[in-house]
Protein backbone atom coordinates (compact mmCIF):
# COMPACT_ATOMS: atom_id res chain seq x y z
CA UNK A 1 0.00 0.00 0.00
CA UNK A 2 0.95 3.35 -0.69
CA UNK A 3 2.38 5.75 1.77
CA UNK A 4 -0.42 8.02 1.20
CA UNK A 5 -3.37 5.97 -0.42
CA UNK A 6 -6.30 8.37 -0.54
CA UNK A 7 -5.37 11.43 -2.80
CA UNK A 8 -8.14 13.66 -0.81
CA UNK A 9 -9.50 13.30 2.55
CA UNK A 10 -11.46 14.82 4.98
CA UNK A 11 -11.67 15.25 8.96
CA UNK A 12 -14.65 15.83 10.54
CA UNK A 13 -14.27 17.69 13.74
CA UNK A 14 -16.29 17.27 16.60
CA UNK A 15 -15.08 17.76 20.20
CA UNK A 16 -11.41 17.65 19.27
CA UNK A 17 -10.67 20.93 18.49
CA UNK A 18 -6.91 20.57 18.82
CA UNK A 19 -3.66 20.07 16.26
CA UNK A 20 -2.07 18.16 18.62
CA UNK A 21 -3.18 14.33 19.44
CA UNK A 22 -5.90 14.67 17.49
CA UNK A 23 -6.17 10.65 16.32
CA UNK A 24 -8.36 11.35 13.02
CA UNK A 25 -6.43 14.33 12.12
CA UNK A 26 -2.85 12.64 12.82
CA UNK A 27 -4.08 9.61 10.90
CA UNK A 28 -5.56 11.42 7.57
CA UNK A 29 -2.69 13.52 7.76
CA UNK A 30 -0.44 10.71 6.89
CA UNK A 31 -2.89 8.73 4.48
CA UNK A 32 -3.83 11.60 2.28
CA UNK A 33 -2.20 13.90 -0.22
CA UNK A 34 -4.87 16.55 0.28
CA UNK A 35 -6.34 17.14 3.24
CA UNK A 36 -9.91 19.35 4.54
CA UNK A 37 -11.81 19.76 7.64
CA UNK A 38 -15.58 20.13 8.14
CA UNK A 39 -17.47 21.25 11.53
CA UNK A 40 -21.39 20.09 11.45
CA UNK A 41 -22.87 22.60 14.06
CA UNK A 42 -26.61 21.15 15.04
CA UNK A 43 -28.35 23.45 17.23
CA UNK A 44 -31.43 21.67 17.30
CA UNK A 45 -30.01 18.44 18.47
CA UNK A 46 -27.64 20.27 20.82
CA UNK A 47 -30.64 21.68 22.54
CA UNK A 48 -32.68 18.44 22.98
CA UNK A 49 -29.26 17.16 24.52
CA UNK A 50 -29.32 19.96 27.15
CA UNK A 51 -26.28 21.82 25.79
CA UNK A 52 -26.50 25.30 26.74
CA UNK A 53 -25.18 28.50 25.61
CA UNK A 54 -22.08 27.92 27.70
CA UNK A 55 -21.05 25.40 26.54
CA UNK A 56 -21.78 25.91 23.17
CA UNK A 57 -20.11 29.01 23.18
CA UNK A 58 -16.88 27.35 24.48
CA UNK A 59 -17.04 25.00 21.32
CA UNK A 60 -17.50 27.52 18.94
CA UNK A 61 -14.98 29.94 20.14
CA UNK A 62 -12.74 27.15 20.09
CA UNK A 63 -13.61 26.07 16.85
CA UNK A 64 -12.89 29.38 15.56
CA UNK A 65 -9.61 29.55 17.68
CA UNK A 66 -8.28 26.48 15.66
CA UNK A 67 -9.60 27.74 12.20
CA UNK A 68 -6.41 29.56 12.02
CA UNK A 69 -4.28 27.01 13.10
CA UNK A 70 -5.63 25.07 10.43
CA UNK A 71 -4.87 27.81 7.90
CA UNK A 72 -1.23 28.04 8.74
CA UNK A 73 -0.72 23.70 8.09
CA UNK A 74 -2.88 24.79 4.43
CA UNK A 75 -5.94 22.66 5.41
CA UNK A 76 -9.33 24.98 5.06
CA UNK A 77 -12.18 24.57 7.92
CA UNK A 78 -15.29 24.01 5.94
CA UNK A 79 -18.60 24.75 8.58
CA UNK A 80 -22.15 23.78 7.65
CA UNK A 81 -25.53 24.37 9.96
CA UNK A 82 -27.84 22.33 10.17
CA UNK A 83 -30.46 21.54 12.16
CA UNK A 84 -30.23 18.22 14.03
CA UNK A 85 -28.48 15.06 13.36
CA UNK A 86 -30.67 13.35 11.23
CA UNK A 87 -29.55 15.61 8.58
CA UNK A 88 -26.31 14.75 8.60
CA UNK A 89 -25.69 11.66 6.81
CA UNK A 90 -27.10 12.91 3.43
CA UNK A 91 -25.38 16.41 3.94
CA UNK A 92 -21.97 14.33 4.33
CA UNK A 93 -22.38 12.34 1.06
CA UNK A 94 -23.40 15.71 -0.22
CA UNK A 95 -20.08 17.18 1.13
CA UNK A 96 -17.97 14.01 -0.52
CA UNK A 97 -19.69 14.54 -3.74
CA UNK A 98 -18.84 18.12 -3.91
CA UNK A 99 -15.15 17.73 -2.85
CA UNK A 100 -14.54 14.67 -4.35
CA UNK A 101 -12.87 13.20 -1.30
CA UNK A 102 -12.01 9.54 -1.10
CA UNK A 103 -12.34 9.19 2.47
CA UNK A 104 -13.33 10.21 6.28
CA UNK A 105 -12.05 10.64 9.24
CA UNK A 106 -13.37 11.21 12.87
CA UNK A 107 -12.92 10.66 16.41
CA UNK A 108 -15.41 8.57 17.75
CA UNK A 109 -18.20 10.11 20.30
CA UNK A 110 -20.08 7.65 22.56
CA UNK A 111 -23.70 8.50 23.65
CA UNK A 112 -26.40 6.71 21.75
CA UNK A 113 -27.88 9.55 19.49
CA UNK A 114 -23.78 10.17 18.54
CA UNK A 115 -22.86 6.71 17.95
CA UNK A 116 -26.72 6.28 16.01
CA UNK A 117 -25.77 9.06 13.73
CA UNK A 118 -21.67 8.26 12.82
CA UNK A 119 -23.33 4.74 12.00
CA UNK A 120 -26.00 6.15 9.70
CA UNK A 121 -23.50 8.62 8.37
CA UNK A 122 -20.98 5.15 8.08
CA UNK A 123 -23.57 3.55 5.75
CA UNK A 124 -24.25 6.30 3.95
CA UNK A 125 -20.90 7.09 2.54
CA UNK A 126 -20.20 2.93 2.05
CA UNK A 127 -22.97 3.74 -0.62
CA UNK A 128 -20.94 5.94 -2.72
CA UNK A 129 -17.89 3.95 -1.92
CA UNK A 130 -16.36 6.15 0.48
CA UNK A 131 -14.47 4.36 3.32
CA UNK A 132 -14.57 6.00 7.33
CA UNK A 133 -12.28 5.62 10.25
CA UNK A 134 -13.67 6.08 13.47
CA UNK A 135 -10.65 6.79 16.12
CA UNK A 136 -10.52 6.11 19.58
CA UNK A 137 -9.30 9.75 20.60
CA UNK A 138 -12.15 10.82 23.73
CA UNK A 139 -11.11 7.99 25.85
CA UNK A 140 -7.26 6.14 26.54
CA UNK A 141 -8.66 2.92 25.40
CA UNK A 142 -12.02 2.07 23.10
CA UNK A 143 -15.53 1.71 25.02
CA UNK A 144 -15.82 -1.75 25.22
CA UNK A 145 -12.86 -3.23 25.39
CA UNK A 146 -12.62 -3.65 29.15
CA UNK A 147 -14.86 -6.09 30.79
CA UNK A 148 -15.44 -8.32 33.41
CA UNK A 149 -14.71 -11.69 33.31
CA UNK A 150 -18.48 -12.90 32.44
CA UNK A 151 -17.67 -10.34 29.72
CA UNK A 152 -20.01 -7.50 30.65
CA UNK A 153 -18.98 -3.57 31.04
CA UNK A 154 -17.76 -3.02 34.65
CA UNK A 155 -20.48 -1.04 37.04
CA UNK A 156 -18.54 0.02 39.77
CA UNK A 157 -15.03 1.95 39.20
CA UNK A 158 -12.51 0.54 41.67
CA UNK A 159 -12.80 -2.89 39.76
CA UNK A 160 -12.98 -0.56 36.57
CA UNK A 161 -9.79 0.76 37.67
CA UNK A 162 -7.71 -2.38 38.47
CA UNK A 163 -8.87 -3.86 35.18
CA UNK A 164 -7.34 -0.83 33.01
CA UNK A 165 -3.91 -0.88 35.31
CA UNK A 166 -3.90 -4.81 35.15
CA UNK A 167 -4.65 -5.08 31.11
CA UNK A 168 -2.33 -1.60 30.72
CA UNK A 169 0.54 -2.07 33.41
CA UNK A 170 0.97 0.81 36.35
CA UNK A 171 3.07 2.85 33.73
CA UNK A 172 2.03 5.06 30.79
CA UNK A 173 3.16 3.53 27.92
CA UNK A 174 1.23 2.75 25.09
CA UNK A 175 -0.53 6.45 25.81
CA UNK A 176 1.72 8.60 24.49
CA UNK A 177 0.44 11.48 22.95
CA UNK A 178 0.32 12.09 18.91
CA UNK A 179 2.77 15.07 17.21
CA UNK A 180 0.55 17.59 15.06
CA UNK A 181 0.21 16.86 11.41
CA UNK A 182 2.91 18.68 9.26
CA UNK A 183 2.07 21.44 6.98
CA UNK A 184 0.84 19.69 3.37
CA UNK A 185 1.78 22.67 1.55
CA UNK A 186 0.79 25.82 -0.40
CA UNK A 187 -0.28 23.62 -3.67
CA UNK A 188 -2.72 21.62 -1.85
CA UNK A 189 -5.04 25.13 -1.08
CA UNK A 190 -6.01 25.29 -5.31
CA UNK A 191 -7.36 21.72 -4.35
CA UNK A 192 -9.85 23.07 -2.35
CA UNK A 193 -13.49 25.16 -3.64
CA UNK A 194 -13.97 28.26 -1.12
CA UNK A 195 -17.36 27.08 -0.84
CA UNK A 196 -19.73 24.90 -2.02
CA UNK A 197 -23.27 24.88 -2.53
CA UNK A 198 -25.08 22.18 -1.21
CA UNK A 199 -28.81 20.78 -1.95
CA UNK A 200 -31.55 22.68 -0.26
CA UNK A 201 -31.27 25.93 1.36
CA UNK A 202 -27.55 25.02 3.38
CA UNK A 203 -24.86 26.69 1.84
CA UNK A 204 -21.31 24.98 2.96
CA UNK A 205 -18.82 27.13 3.59
CA UNK A 206 -15.08 27.72 3.79
CA UNK A 207 -15.01 30.02 6.85
CA UNK A 208 -16.88 30.34 10.20
CA UNK A 209 -19.70 32.70 9.33
CA UNK A 210 -20.50 35.27 11.87
CA UNK A 211 -23.96 34.09 12.55
CA UNK A 212 -22.34 31.74 14.47
CA UNK A 213 -23.30 34.21 17.13
CA UNK A 214 -26.58 33.21 17.42
CA UNK A 215 -25.65 29.81 19.62
CA UNK A 216 -24.39 32.29 22.40
CA UNK A 217 -20.59 33.40 20.66
CA UNK A 218 -21.91 36.77 20.67
CA UNK A 219 -24.78 36.50 22.66
CA UNK A 220 -26.31 35.18 25.80
CA UNK A 221 -24.03 32.94 27.78
CA UNK A 222 -21.11 34.45 26.15
CA UNK A 223 -20.41 37.05 28.37
CA UNK A 224 -19.34 33.69 31.23
CA UNK A 225 -17.22 32.65 28.33
CA UNK A 226 -15.24 34.92 27.68
CA UNK A 227 -13.42 34.63 30.65
CA UNK A 228 -11.71 31.64 29.73
CA UNK A 229 -8.77 31.85 27.28
CA UNK A 230 -9.92 29.35 24.59
CA UNK A 231 -7.97 27.31 21.83
CA UNK A 232 -5.30 24.60 21.84
CA UNK A 233 -2.66 27.11 23.60
CA UNK A 234 -5.17 28.08 26.24
CA UNK A 235 -5.33 24.95 27.30
CA UNK A 236 -1.68 23.86 26.84
CA UNK A 237 -0.80 26.79 28.88
CA UNK A 238 -3.24 25.84 31.72
CA UNK A 239 -2.15 22.15 31.71
CA UNK A 240 1.26 23.64 32.61
CA UNK A 241 0.54 26.07 35.09
CA UNK A 242 -1.46 22.90 37.14
CA UNK A 243 1.67 20.79 36.26
CA UNK A 244 3.27 23.11 38.40
CA UNK A 245 1.28 22.73 41.41
CA UNK A 246 -0.59 19.27 40.86
CA UNK A 247 1.93 17.85 44.03
CA UNK A 248 -0.68 19.94 45.93
CA UNK A 249 -3.84 18.51 44.40
CA UNK A 250 -4.94 15.94 46.61
CA UNK A 251 -4.44 18.00 50.12
CA UNK A 252 -6.02 21.37 48.73
CA UNK A 253 -8.42 20.12 45.83
CA UNK A 254 -11.68 19.68 47.87
CA UNK A 255 -11.29 23.54 49.16
CA UNK A 256 -13.19 25.69 46.99
CA UNK A 257 -11.73 28.91 47.63
CA UNK A 258 -8.18 27.98 46.40
CA UNK A 259 -6.83 27.63 43.25
CA UNK A 260 -5.92 24.16 42.94
CA UNK A 261 -7.62 22.36 40.73
CA UNK A 262 -7.05 21.56 36.97
CA UNK A 263 -9.98 23.87 35.69
CA UNK A 264 -9.39 21.82 32.46
CA UNK A 265 -12.24 20.26 31.78
CA UNK A 266 -13.92 22.83 29.55
CA UNK A 267 -10.80 22.03 27.24
CA UNK A 268 -10.86 18.50 27.38
CA UNK A 269 -15.17 18.33 26.88
CA UNK A 270 -14.81 20.74 23.74
CA UNK A 271 -10.87 18.87 22.87
CA UNK A 272 -8.66 22.01 23.08
CA UNK A 273 -6.68 19.06 24.90
CA UNK A 274 -6.41 15.45 24.78
CA UNK A 275 -6.71 12.96 27.89
CA UNK A 276 -3.36 11.65 26.98
CA UNK A 277 -1.89 14.80 27.05
CA UNK A 278 -3.67 15.33 30.57
CA UNK A 279 -2.27 11.64 31.63
CA UNK A 280 1.39 12.16 30.22
CA UNK A 281 1.95 15.74 32.27
CA UNK A 282 0.55 13.42 35.80
CA UNK A 283 1.97 10.29 34.57
CA UNK A 284 5.50 12.09 34.51
CA UNK A 285 5.38 13.64 37.90
CA UNK A 286 4.25 10.30 39.74
CA UNK A 287 7.10 8.25 38.28
CA UNK A 288 5.39 6.69 35.12
CA UNK A 289 2.70 5.73 37.17
CA UNK A 290 -1.18 5.53 37.52
CA UNK A 291 -1.51 4.78 40.87
CA UNK A 292 0.53 5.85 44.06
CA UNK A 293 2.59 3.11 45.50
CA UNK A 294 6.38 2.65 45.21
CA UNK A 295 8.09 5.33 43.35
CA UNK A 296 5.38 7.10 43.55
CA UNK A 297 6.66 10.59 43.49
CA UNK A 298 3.89 12.74 43.22
CA UNK A 299 0.21 11.64 45.73
CA UNK A 300 -1.37 15.05 43.92
CA UNK A 301 -0.44 13.45 40.65
CA UNK A 302 -1.94 9.87 41.30
CA UNK A 303 -5.21 11.28 42.96
CA UNK A 304 -5.25 13.49 39.46
CA UNK A 305 -4.71 10.26 37.16
CA UNK A 306 -7.66 8.65 39.76
CA UNK A 307 -9.81 11.44 38.54
CA UNK A 308 -9.16 10.85 34.80
CA UNK A 309 -10.02 7.37 35.10
CA UNK A 310 -13.37 8.16 36.41
CA UNK A 311 -13.89 9.97 33.20
CA UNK A 312 -12.79 7.22 31.48
CA UNK A 313 -15.18 5.30 33.39
CA UNK A 314 -18.35 7.09 32.53
CA UNK A 315 -17.45 7.41 29.08
CA UNK A 316 -17.29 3.69 29.09
CA UNK A 317 -20.61 3.82 30.80
CA UNK A 318 -22.77 4.64 27.99
CA UNK A 319 -21.71 3.03 25.83
CA UNK A 320 -22.18 -0.62 27.84
CA UNK A 321 -25.35 0.60 29.15
CA UNK A 322 -27.04 2.72 26.55
CA UNK A 323 -30.25 3.05 28.95
CA UNK A 324 -28.41 6.28 30.48
CA UNK A 325 -28.99 8.05 27.53
CA UNK A 326 -32.51 7.12 27.53
CA UNK A 327 -33.43 9.46 30.20
CA UNK A 328 -33.40 6.18 32.85
CA UNK A 329 -31.62 5.63 35.91
CA UNK A 330 -29.05 3.21 35.95
CA UNK A 331 -30.88 1.03 38.73
CA UNK A 332 -34.09 -0.11 37.12
CA UNK A 333 -35.41 -0.59 40.87
CA UNK A 334 -35.09 3.34 41.42
CA UNK A 335 -37.56 4.00 38.26
CA UNK A 336 -40.12 4.14 41.50
CA UNK A 337 -38.64 6.45 43.78
CA UNK A 338 -41.77 9.43 44.50
CA UNK A 339 -39.58 12.22 43.42
CA UNK A 340 -40.80 15.37 45.46
CA UNK A 341 -43.08 18.00 43.06
CA UNK A 342 -42.51 21.19 44.79
CA UNK A 343 -41.35 23.35 41.95
CA UNK A 344 -40.67 26.30 44.36
CA UNK A 345 -37.74 23.85 45.65
CA UNK A 346 -36.03 23.31 42.62
CA UNK A 347 -36.31 27.20 41.75
CA UNK A 348 -34.88 28.39 45.17
CA UNK A 349 -31.88 25.67 44.26
CA UNK A 350 -31.26 26.93 40.91
CA UNK A 351 -31.35 30.57 41.98
CA UNK A 352 -29.03 30.33 45.18
CA UNK A 353 -31.98 30.94 47.61
CA UNK A 354 -32.38 27.95 49.92
CA UNK A 355 -31.17 29.50 52.88
CA UNK A 356 -28.01 26.93 52.69
CA UNK A 357 -25.11 29.20 52.84
CA UNK A 358 -22.52 26.64 51.14
CA UNK A 359 -25.26 25.25 48.16
CA UNK A 360 -26.38 29.28 47.36
CA UNK A 361 -22.65 29.68 47.10
CA UNK A 362 -22.37 26.82 45.04
CA UNK A 363 -25.30 27.67 42.55
CA UNK A 364 -24.38 31.25 42.50
CA UNK A 365 -20.65 30.40 40.90
CA UNK A 366 -22.27 28.58 38.57
CA UNK A 367 -24.71 30.71 37.33
CA UNK A 368 -22.34 34.13 37.64
CA UNK A 369 -19.39 31.72 35.90
CA UNK A 370 -20.80 28.66 34.20
CA UNK A 371 -18.52 26.64 36.21
CA UNK A 372 -18.34 24.90 40.16
CA UNK A 373 -15.82 23.47 42.11
CA UNK A 374 -15.57 19.62 41.88
CA UNK A 375 -16.82 18.76 45.75
CA UNK A 376 -19.39 21.46 45.81
CA UNK A 377 -21.26 19.80 42.78
CA UNK A 378 -21.47 16.62 44.62
CA UNK A 379 -22.96 19.18 47.40
CA UNK A 380 -25.25 20.58 45.59
CA UNK A 381 -26.62 17.29 44.06
CA UNK A 382 -26.96 15.70 47.46
CA UNK A 383 -28.89 18.33 48.77
CA UNK A 384 -31.72 18.34 45.49
CA UNK A 385 -32.09 14.85 45.30
CA UNK A 386 -32.00 13.76 48.98
CA UNK A 387 -32.74 16.67 51.16
CA UNK A 388 -35.17 18.24 48.71
CA UNK A 389 -35.64 14.87 47.35
CA UNK A 390 -36.00 16.38 43.58
CA UNK A 391 -35.63 13.90 40.12
CA UNK A 392 -31.68 14.17 39.59
CA UNK A 393 -32.67 14.05 36.21
CA UNK A 394 -33.64 18.23 36.60
CA UNK A 395 -30.55 19.07 38.07
CA UNK A 396 -28.99 17.10 35.49
CA UNK A 397 -29.98 19.32 32.96
CA UNK A 398 -29.62 22.54 34.84
CA UNK A 399 -25.70 21.38 35.02
CA UNK A 400 -25.95 20.76 31.14
CA UNK A 401 -27.69 24.48 30.70
CA UNK A 402 -25.11 26.52 32.53
CA UNK A 403 -21.75 24.36 32.67
CA UNK A 404 -19.15 25.45 30.78
CA UNK A 405 -17.79 21.81 30.68
CA UNK A 406 -21.05 19.83 29.88
CA UNK A 407 -20.04 16.54 29.22
CA UNK A 408 -23.23 14.22 29.08
CA UNK A 409 -21.28 10.98 30.60
CA UNK A 410 -19.93 12.41 33.20
CA UNK A 411 -22.67 14.92 34.14
CA UNK A 412 -25.12 12.20 34.23
CA UNK A 413 -22.61 9.68 35.62
CA UNK A 414 -21.80 12.19 38.70
CA UNK A 415 -26.00 13.07 39.10
CA UNK A 416 -26.79 8.95 38.88
CA UNK A 417 -24.20 9.05 41.63
CA UNK A 418 -25.14 11.60 44.08
CA UNK A 419 -29.32 10.32 43.82
CA UNK A 420 -28.43 6.55 44.67
CA UNK A 421 -29.93 5.26 41.22
CA UNK A 422 -26.50 4.64 39.39
CA UNK A 423 -23.65 2.75 39.21
CA UNK A 424 -20.90 3.11 41.66
CA UNK A 425 -23.84 5.01 43.57
CA UNK A 426 -23.11 6.74 46.92
CA UNK A 427 -25.52 4.31 49.17
CA UNK A 428 -28.72 5.64 49.72
CA UNK A 429 -28.37 6.51 53.03
CA UNK A 430 -25.28 8.44 52.60
CA UNK A 431 -26.04 12.18 52.39
CA UNK A 432 -24.10 14.96 52.34
CA UNK A 433 -24.10 17.53 55.33
CA UNK A 434 -23.87 20.74 53.53
CA UNK A 435 -22.92 22.78 56.90
CA UNK A 436 -20.26 19.88 58.10
CA UNK A 437 -19.05 20.03 54.18
CA UNK A 438 -18.89 23.95 54.28
CA UNK A 439 -16.81 23.99 57.73
CA UNK A 440 -14.63 21.47 56.63
CA UNK A 441 -13.67 22.77 53.54
CA UNK A 442 -14.00 26.27 53.29
CA UNK A 443 -13.15 27.05 57.71
CA UNK A 444 -12.79 30.73 57.30
CA UNK A 445 -16.16 31.50 54.70
CA UNK A 446 -13.88 32.77 52.22
CA UNK A 447 -15.45 30.98 49.33
CA UNK A 448 -19.11 31.54 50.91
CA UNK A 449 -18.29 35.50 51.47
CA UNK A 450 -17.16 35.89 47.51
CA UNK A 451 -20.45 34.39 46.76
CA UNK A 452 -23.29 35.47 49.48
CA UNK A 453 -22.04 38.96 49.61
CA UNK A 454 -25.30 39.29 52.44
CA UNK A 455 -23.21 36.93 55.07
CA UNK A 456 -19.98 38.73 54.55
CA UNK A 457 -20.19 40.33 58.23
CA UNK A 458 -20.86 37.13 60.15
CA UNK A 459 -18.38 35.17 61.91
CA UNK A 460 -16.21 32.81 61.02
CA UNK A 461 -18.47 30.17 62.93
CA UNK A 462 -21.95 31.37 61.83
CA UNK A 463 -21.08 32.31 58.69
CA UNK A 464 -21.95 28.39 57.65
CA UNK A 465 -24.99 27.90 59.59
CA UNK A 466 -26.41 31.40 60.49
CA UNK A 467 -28.37 31.25 63.70
CA UNK A 468 -31.98 31.94 63.58
CA UNK A 469 -32.14 35.54 64.58
CA UNK A 470 -29.43 36.83 61.86
CA UNK A 471 -31.83 34.78 58.91
CA UNK A 472 -33.41 37.37 57.04
CA UNK A 473 -30.81 39.94 57.09
CA UNK A 474 -30.31 41.69 53.56
CA UNK A 475 -33.34 39.40 52.24
CA UNK A 476 -31.08 35.47 52.73
CA UNK A 477 -33.67 33.16 53.09
CA UNK A 478 -34.57 31.03 56.13
CA UNK A 479 -33.34 27.54 55.58
CA UNK A 480 -35.48 25.03 53.48
CA UNK A 481 -35.34 22.20 54.95
CA UNK A 482 -34.65 20.93 57.89
CA UNK A 483 -30.93 19.25 56.73
CA UNK A 484 -31.10 16.27 59.57
CA UNK A 485 -35.10 15.85 59.13
CA UNK A 486 -34.98 15.79 55.49
CA UNK A 487 -31.78 13.05 55.40
CA UNK A 488 -34.11 10.90 57.29
CA UNK A 489 -36.73 11.43 55.32
CA UNK A 490 -35.05 10.38 52.18
CA UNK A 491 -33.31 7.41 53.70
CA UNK A 492 -37.07 6.52 54.59
CA UNK A 493 -37.70 6.46 51.02
CA UNK A 494 -35.40 4.87 49.64
CA UNK A 495 -35.15 2.12 51.76
CA UNK A 496 -38.89 1.37 51.59
CA UNK A 497 -37.77 1.41 47.43
CA UNK A 498 -35.63 -1.43 48.35
CA UNK A 499 -37.48 -3.59 50.30
Known amino acids: MPEKPYQRGLVWLRNDLRLADNTALYRAARGCQALAAIYIATPQTWSSHGDGDNVVAMRLRSLAALQHALAEKHIPLYFLELNAFAEVPQAV?????????????????????????????????????????????????????????????????????????????????????????????????SVWPEWIAL?????????????????????????????????????????KAFANIVADYEGWRDFPARENTSRLSPYLNCGAISVRQCAKMALDANAGQWMGGKGSLSEGASSWLNELLWREFYQHLVVNFPRVCRNLPFKPETVGVPWSQRSEDFARWCEGQTGVPIVDAAMRQLNETGWMHNRLRMVVASFLTKNLLTDWRKGERYFMQQLVDADFAANNGGWQWAASTGTDAAPYFRVFNPYSQSRRFDPDGTFIRRFVPELASLSDRDIHCPKQDLFGQDNYPQPICDVMESRKNAIEVFANLKS
Do not use: M
Open 93 to 189: VQIAEKLKVNALFANAEYPLNELRRDSAVRAALKEVGVPVEYCTDRTLIPPGSLTTNSGDGFKVFTPFKRAFISRHGNSGEGFAPLPAPHALGTEHE
Open 199 to 239: AGENNLVRTIPETVGKYGVAAGGSDKVLEWDVGEKAALKRL
